[in-house]
């Protein structure tokens, strides 16, 4: 089964959780960054995972617009998706997850979940900092990437 593993990751997480997924599925995946900003044929792909960070509480802007413009396409493939978010509350984590995606692309998919994210310090510029240590209470980096949750969605998927 031809994948694709489409995401967009502005400080490196969400492209980090891809390559992870790639790994564990063990089959042919192309990883797709849409900050290149290339147009994306998806036509040739049997699935379609789909991987946003969530910043603030909302998801990336070219992750939407990608979806926009191929929801047709996509609502005829299997379809994974993702979010990275260092949200901690499950609630909230749920909310996330389904305000990151169209309602009609979470009722198809095959796995969709929330798999935790990071804060990269040293990826931050100084106003991004400042943000995470009032918000965070934290003044270093933190990996909270969620395993387990991958081994769901990679099982689900």
Request: hydrophobic fraction near 35%; charge should be positive; charged fraction near 30%.
């Amino acid at each position: 089964m031809k994948t694709a593993i489409i995401y967009y990751s502005k400080k490196g997480t969400t492209q980090k959780v891809a390559k992870i997924i790639s790994e564990k599925l063990n089959s042919e995946e192309d990883l797709i960054n849409l900050k290149q900003n290339t147009p994306l044929d998806i036509s040739s792909y049997d699935r379609i995972i789909i991987g946003t960070p969530i910043y603030a509480g909302n998801s990336s802007k070219k992750v939407k617009k990608f979806i926009v413009a191929n929801l047709n396409h996509l609502q005829k493939k299997e379809i994974g998706l993702y979010v990275c978010g260092m949200e901690k509350e499950e609630e909230k984590q749920r909310e996330e997850l389904e305000r990151a995606y169209p309602k009609e692309l979470i009722d198809k998919a095959k796995s969709k979940q929330f798999l935790g994210g990071e804060f990269l310090f040293e990826n931050m510029n100084f106003f991004e900092r400042i943000i995470i240590k009032k918000i965070a209470k934290t003044d270093k980096s933190i990996s909270a990437i969620n395993y387990q949750n991958i081994d769901r969605f990679i099982q689900d998927i």
